[in-house]
C-alpha cells in the first residue's frame, strides 16, 4: 500500500514515511510521495473554504505566510496557475511535522492527513477562478491604477475614513508584520487583527496583503514607512515584477522569459532579500518610499488621517 493510499484512510490507522510519530519534524521530498502547490497565505485561506470537505492533507507556515497543498503524486497539473502559486520542483525537500501539530508559528498542518485527497482541477480552479487577485482578474472591468506614469497619483475615493485599528493594522502590514506579529504588538488576539484586515479588504475590493497595501499606499491612507537604507539598484525587469505584483501593470509588461510563475517568484524572492523586505506588502512599501512606483505617490502623504 503506497503512502498516499494510506492518507486517505482515518488518520490513527496508518503511518506513512514522509510523516513523523516520533514528535519532530522530517524531511520530505516533492515527487516522491506527494506533489506540492505551494500557495500564499492571503490565497489559500479562502481557498480551503472554498474547497471545503474536497481538500486532503494541507499544511501552513505563519511565519513564512506559505501553504502547501499536498496532492496525490504524479498528478496531472495545469500550468497556468496565477502569480504567488508555485507547484514546487521534483526532489524540493518540505518539512513534515507530526500528525499532532496543527498549530503554531513554524510549519503545521492546517488539515491533517486522513480527511481526504484535494482535486488538482478543483485546487486550480478556486485559485485561478474567483479567488484570482482581482487586478489580475480577466473578468475585471473597473479601470485599473496606471502604472507608467510618473508624477500621476491613482486616486481612490474615500467614502468613509478608516477607524483608527484599521489605521493601525495597516501601517503594520506596511513594515511586514506578520498577523502574529501584529497581535502580539497590539495586545489582541489574532482574530481580532484578522478581522481588521478583512475589512480593509472589503472596503477596497483587496483580496490579498499586497492589494491592501497597495490601496493604502494608493489612496494616501497611510505613508510608507521611511528607511534609512538606499534604494538598491533595480533592473528593468525587477521595476515590471514590482509593478506586476502590486497589480498596477498586467502580466504582458514582464519579459516572455519571467511570464511563468517560477521564475517570476524566484525573480521576487531574490529582490526581498536584496532590499531587506520581510513580505511582499513591505517590498511594495519599501519601492513606494523609494520612489519606484509612481502611482502610489500620493500628495495625501503628510495629511494622514489620525
Known amino acids: 500500500m503506497t503512502a498516499w493510499t494510506h492518507a486517505r484512510s ?4 496508518w503511518d506513512p514515511p514522509w510523516l513523523s510519530g516520533r514528535g519532530e519534524t522530517l524531511r520530505a521530498r516533492c515527487g516522491e510521495d506527494f506533489t ?3 500557495v ?3 490565497l489559500a485561506r479562502p481557498a480551503l473554504t472554498a474547497l471545503g470537505p ?3 492533507p494541507v499544511l501552513a507556515n505563519r511565519t513564512t505566510r506559505t501553504w502547501h497543498f499536498l496532492l496525490p ?3 496531472v497539473l495545469p500550468d497556468d496557475w496565477p502569480y504567488g502559486v508555485r507547484v514546487m520542483p521534483e526532489g524540493r525537500p518540505i518539512g513534515i511535522p507530526p500528525l499532532t501539530t496543527t498549530g ?3 510549519v503545521h498542518w492546517a ?3 486522513g480527511r481526504g485527497v484535494t482535486s488538482p482541477a478543483d485546487l486550480h480552479r478556486v485559485l ?3 479567488l484570482l487577485p482581482a487586478a489580475l482578474s480577466p473578468a475585471r472591468t473597473e479601470p485599473q491604477l496606471p502604472s507608467r506614469a510618473p508624477g500621476r497619483v491613482a486616486a481612490q475615493s474615500k467614502p468613509c475614513p478608516l477607524t483608527p485599528a484599521q489605521l493601525t493594522v495597516g501601517r503594520l502590514l506596511l513594515t511586514g508584520a506578520s498577523d502574529t506579529q501584529m497581535a502580539e504588538e497590539l495586545k489582541l488576539p489574532i482574530g481580532t487583527v484578522r478581522q481588521q484586515l478583512n475589512r480593509i479588504g472589503r472596503r477596497f475590493g483587496a483580496p490579498t496583503a499586497v492589494r491592501k497595501a497597495v490601496a493604502l499606499l494608493a489612496g494616501g491612507h497611510i505613508a510608507p514607512p521611511p528607511v534609512l537604507m538606499l534604494a538598491p539598484e533595480f533592473s528593468p525587469d525587477d521595476l515590471a515584477g514590482l509593478h506586476v505584483l502590486a497589480g498596477l501593470a498586467p502580466e504582458d509588461d514582464l519579459p516572455a522569459e519571467l511570464r511563468s510563475s517560477d521564475p517570476f517568484l524566484d525573480g521576487l524572492d531574490e529582490l526581498r532579500e536584496r532590499c531587506g523586505a520581510r513580505t511582499d506588502p513591505h517590498l511594495i512599501a519599501l519601492a513606494a518610499f523609494w520612489g519606484l512606483l509612481p502611482s502610489l505617490l500620493n500628495p495625501a502623504f503628510g495629511k494622514e488621517q489620525p
Open 36 to 38: 506540492a502547490v505551494r
Open 111 to 113: 488539515v491533517p492527513p
Open 128 to 130: 485561478k477562478g474567483r
Open 104 to 106: 503554531g508559528r513554524d
Open 54 to 56: 474536497r481538500t486532503g
Open 73 to 75: 503524486p504524479g498528478s
Open 10 to 13: 482515518l488518520a490513527g490507522d
Open 40 to 42: 500564499p497565505a492571503d
